[in-house]
Structures are given as C-alpha cells and as structure tokens.
C-alpha cells in the first residue's frame, strides 16, 4: 500500500486549496477502508481533519476546526481522495498527509476517526503554507 500526496504549496488567506491523495496498492471500489487527512504544524500535535469510512457507507467526518469550510471526496475511478478546503488562514499552515486503514472500522464516531493511531499505512506529507 502506498499512499502518495499532492497539491500542496501556497495559498493566500481566504483562498482555496485542493489536496490530493493517490493510493495504490489496493482499491477503493474492491475493499473497505478509511481514509483520513492529517496535518502538524511546527511544535503542535498531529490533528485529524477529515476522514470518509467506507464500511459506514461513505460517512465523512471533520474536525470542527475546518467544518463548514472543507470536503473530502473519493474518485474510484482515479483511486484518489481529496480534500479541498476554502476560506482558508495562515493557521491552516501545516505539512498535511493522508493516511489508511484497510478493513472495516463501525461505530468509532469522529473522534476515532480522526485518531492516528486508527491508521496503518501513511504518505509522506505535503507542505500548505497559507499567507497573510
């Protein structure tokens, strides 16, 4: 399994940025999963931001820090799942990575699906740097 970010950079407060996160190594139309977004920034903890858990039926969850404000989506067909955020601030700044479980997970709610240690297999990051 391999998960591979892109779309990082940056983005002006108030802008919009699309991530994406391609996975190999299995498929998204052939297995259940979970698929979340992270992100750190310098001296603060990892937070998990978004999740979308196959074996609940797709069900997505968000962290309120982006909720309102971010979507998360799967492509089968390009075996990708995004996350695109709006309304973007320079606290937003931070390496971000997605990351996978494989298998189903049921009844774990948001905050265990915005918890790393639910996932077992993760991408190497990309950098948002979010200007003022």
């Known amino acids: 399994v391999q998960l591979v970010e892109s779309g990082g950079g940056l983005v002006q407060a108030g802008g919009s940025l699309r991530l994406t996160c391609t996975a190999s190594?299995?498929?998204?139309?052939?297995?259940?999963?979970?698929i979340a977004w992270f992100r750190q920034a310098p001296g603060k903890n990892r937070e998990g931001i978004a999740s979308v858990n196959s074996g609940e039926g797709g069900r997505k969850y968000y962290a309120n820090s982006v909720k309102g404000r971010s979507t998360i989506s799967v492509d089968d067909a390009k075996n990708t799942v995004s996350l695109e955020m709006t309304n973007m601030v320079p606290e937003d700044s931070a390496v971000y990575s997605c990351a996978a479980y494989l298998g189903v997970l049921i009844g774990h709610g948001r905050q265990g699906m915005l918890d790393p240690g639910r996932y077992r297999y993760w991408g190497e990051g990309t950098q948002v740097t979010v200007s003022s």
């Open positions: 190594g299995f498929d998204l139309d052939d297995v259940n999963y979970g």
